[in-house]
T-cell receptor, first 111, second 114 residues
Framework: QQPVQSPQAVILREGEDAVINCSSS?????VHWYRQKHGEAPVFLMI?????EQKGHEKISASFNEKKQQSSLYLTASQLSYSGTYFC????????????FGAGTQVVVTP | EAGVTQFPSHSVIEKGQTVTLRCDPI?????LYWYRRVMGKEIKFLLH????????ESGMPNNRFLAERTGGTYSTLKVQPAELEDSGVYFC????????????FGPGTRLTVT
């Protein structure tokens, strides 16, 4: 079952913040976040493995609430290079290595 | 270290024809995955190899799709005969570890069936 991502799209001015959410109906072992630019392969951002864990990549951070079966990605002080489509990939406890990806959140950062 | 490579980068074929996509994973990665993204939709899992064995092929759409990984190195995904709805971008990914392991994606093969 695919995780649900929200919002579908967000337009930001450079320097603004945004939050992307990823929710699953199943118990999660891990959540992986990727960013894909048009015509390119998805680029790995981070993996979250434990409940409540937070990680960071530049000014992009994420949290994982194991109990709520959801993860949030925080784009802080966005830069033009943050534009792209963000996907969360979830791995459940009964399906190792098999990612289910959300539909993606398109992020556009404008000057 | 070389990343995951895929060939061709773009293939345009007519309905009914056959196409074979190739993926070379990162050397030493036992786990190899195929995904597909149809335009405007999410990336969908197709199948997972551990070495040369199919671990999970639950995402394969139908029997027109055949994946192989002889010798546990590169993998091929054959579509025969191709249909219009097979158009999309086919991604391959590989990982060293299974559970919780980072998957490294290839650049994808864009398949257009006309």
């Amino acid at each position: 079952q695919q995780p649900v991502q929200s919002p579908q799209a967000v337009i930001l001015r450079e320097g603004e913040d945004a939050v992307i959410n990823c929710s699953s109906s199943k118990a999660l072992y891990s959540v992986h976040w990727y960013r894909q630019k048009h015509g390119e392969a998805p680029v790995f951002l981070m993996i979250l493995l434990k409940g409540g864990e937070q990680k960071g990549h530049e000014k992009i951070s994420a949290s994982f609430n194991e109990k709520k079966q959801q993860s949030s990605l925080y784009l802080t002080a966005s830069q033009l290079s943050y534009s792209g489509t963000y996907f969360c990939g979830t791995e459940t406890t009964d399906s190792w290595g098999k990612f289910q990806f959300g539909a993606g959140t398109q992020v556009v950062v404008t000057p | 270290e070389a990343g995951v490579t895929q060939f061709p980068s773009h293939s345009v074929i007519e309905k009914g024809q056959t196409v074979t996509l190739r993926c070379d994973p990162i050397s030493g990665h036992d786990n190899l995955y195929w995904y597909r993204r149809v335009m405007g939709k999410e990336i969908k899992f197709l199948l997972h190899f551990v070495k040369e064995s199919k671990q999970d092929e639950s995402g394969m759409p139908n029997n027109r799709f055949l994946a192989e990984r002889t010798g546990g190195t590169y993998s091929t995904l054959k579509v025969q005969p191709a249909e219009l709805e097979d158009s999309g971008v086919y991604f391959c990914a590989s990982s060293q570890t299974l559970a919780g392991g980072q998957q490294y994606f290839g650049p994808g093969t864009r398949l257009t069936v006309t």
